[in-house]
């Protein structure tokens, strides 16, 4: 089992910053994949981003790419999200995710935090 503890978020205003931290425990950090997620109200759940055991590589969709920027500490057991010229439609309750090597799908979810991005 891997827990998921996120903190961060808040209300802030278009073209600000905000960073999202994703504290992990329960499994050997290092091995796990780790990604965020986001849902905006009335929306499907959309993915934000992705981050390599290794913590090398990092993928973004086009959304956030050039915004968003992930990075993780394997010896704090931490994954970092952070959110730069945030726009209104921003605005969702984010997600951080894990997955193990064997797995096809992240099946361990932090609890979530509210992003809200006012105009």
């Known amino acids: 089992q891997v827990q998921l503890v996120q903190s961060g978020g808040g209300l802030v205003q278009a073209g600000d910053s905000l960073r999202l931290s994703c504290a992990a425990s329960?499994?050997?950090?290092?091995?796990?994949?780790m990604a965020w997620f986001r849902r905006a109200p009335g929306k499907e759940r959309q993915f934000v981003g992705k981050?390599?055991?290794?913590?090398?590589?990092?993928y973004f969709p086009s959304s956030v790419k050039g915004r968003f920027t992930i990075s993780r500490d394997n010896a704090k057991n931490m994954v970092y999200l952070q959110m730069d010229s945030l726009k209104p439609e921003d605005t969702a309750v984010y997600y951080c995710?894990?997955?193990?090597?064997?797995?096809?799908?992240?099946?361990?979810w932090g609890q979530g935090t509210q992003v809200t991005v006012s105009s």
């Open positions: 995710a894990a997955r193990v090597p064997t797995s096809g799908s992240y099946d361990f």
């Open positions: 329960g499994r050997t950090f290092s091995i796990l994949e």
């Open positions: 981050i390599t055991r290794s913590g090398d590589t990092t």
